[in-house]
């Protein structure tokens, strides 16, 4: 589905893990995901059954990076899977979020993954911008 950036990432987007959802394939496509915090049953098998996201319900803080575990052993395996796969480390983007703040991440985030040729939101999991031929480095 083709997508823009928005001008500003809500930071509702961002999940505990420090996975940010505006940029996933899962919510950009036609009756994606609406985002790991969303309250929706129309959300991917991976984030119903989150185990970190279990974990977060239980703590009184919202982010991982927050954590006196940190890094626990379910964000290691994540973040190295992510890291992998995608060359993205979702525990880097948890851990800003103590020395920055939310709203820094997320506009650190959104001019990373803003196309470059169109504003088009590149997708993470591919590095392929949803709306042109763009493809990220
Ligand atoms: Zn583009």
Known sequence: MKMKMPEKIDSIMFAPCGMNCQICESHNKEDGCPGCLIDSTNKTKASL???????????????????KQNPCKLIKKQDKNYKKRYNFSTYD?????????IGRIMSE???????????????????ECSDCDYKKE
């Open 109 to 127: 985030n959104r001019d990373e993954w803003a196309c470059p040729e169109c504003d088009g939101i590149i997708i993470l999991q591919n590095g």
């Open 49 to 67: 059954n989150c185990k970190i996201r279990a974990c977060l319900d239980k703590k009184e803080f919202k982010y991982c990076g927050r954590s």
């Open 93 to 101: 983007n948890a851990k800003k979020i103590k020395n920055t703040g």
